[in-house]
């Protein structure tokens, strides 16, 4: 017989918020280097492969960096902030606003400011959201409930990145100010499997470009 799960595991489950445009761009990105690298470094010859090889190594983190990492995982105790180069995690009662303008951001109460990469805002878009609603008001201007679609919908005629933040500040909203008991602390963690082989790559890179 199985135990039932624990309540803190569901009551505190993650929802991710994260770019799958990204996600795919960066997948095939690295798809695009392996091959071109890979074909360099097998019929290369000269310092050509070692080019390569440096390349990759610069290349490849980077990638990773800007499109596959950044992630946003927010639960009942706290926000965690996968960005390119750190991850930030708060707890809901440091943070004081999370919203889109040009890009999406989280503020803290002592006036920190952190982008939420992994929600960027397009402004066509939202555009489109706006002319959406822009036409459905003007198709029921009382508002009233169609057999065939809500008008009160939001969700279905709002921007992704817009209805992302409104998802993190009602979190943010539902847990209130006041310290949780069990809520991690704030802290900030910098990437360094990210950082170390795209500098070795770098650094390669210079020193065979200047003995050739």
Known sequence: ?????????????????????GVAGGALLLLLVCLIGGDAIVRGDGRTPWMALAGMLFAVPLVVAFTLRPVVAANALRVRIRNPFRTITLPWSDVADVRAGYSSEL??????????????????????????QSRQAMDDPYRRTSTTADVRDTKARTAV????????????????DKPVANAPTASVRWAYEIIAPAVVGLVLLVVLGAIG
Not at 161 to 176: F, H, K, P, T, Y
Request: hydrophobic content about 30%.
């Open 107 to 132: 503020l803290t109460h002592d006036g920190r400011k952190y982008q939420l990469w992994s929600v960027p805002v397009s402004l066509r878009q939202r555009k489109k959201a706006a002319r959406q």
């Open 161 to 176: 990145a817009d209805q992302a933040v409104a998802d993190l500040r009602e979190l943010s909203e539902r847990a209130g």
């Open 1 to 21: 017989m199985t135990s039932p799960t624990p309540a803190d595991e569901t009551t505190y489950a993650d929802r991710t918020f994260r770019s799958p445009a």
